[in-house]
């Protein structure tokens, strides 16, 4: 059974950083993709960001220039470096992998960014 463990999240003030974790519990490279999801409160789970097995990474527009995305196929680790953070990236974040046939999602880790 695959488990993704997310870690990282806090509380920083705008324009800090973090950088979140996504620990899969197997070989990470048996996944098409992975990729981070926030959700805020009152909103959908939207995409923030996804590596695919080949390396190619894409982000969302609002967080271009300031996230990146990263992992260590070594670790099974899948990261998201998160600079010049502002109040609105607060959310749950959500690591996601997927393969052929399955999706799977971490528990999520909390970020709140104070102005």
């Known amino acids: 059974q695959v488990q993704l463990v997310e870690s990282g999240g806090g509380l920083v003030q705008a324009w800090g950083s973090l950088r979140l974790s996504c620990a899969a519990s197997g070989n990470m490279l048996i996944f098409n993709v992975m990729g981070w999801y926030r959700q805020a409160p009152g909103k959908q789970r939207e995409l923030v960001a996804q590596i695919s097995r080949a390396g190619t990474t894409n982000y969302v527009d609002s967080i271009k220039g300031r996230f990146a995305i990263s992992r260590d196929t070594a670790k099974n680790t899948m990261y998201l470096q998160m600079n010049s953070l502002k109040p609105e990236d607060t959310a749950r974040y959500y690591c996601?992998?997927?393969?052929?046939?399955?999706?799977?999602w971490g528990q999520g880790t909390q970020v709140t960014v104070s102005s």
């Open positions: 996601h992998a997927s393969t052929e046939w399955s999706d799977y």
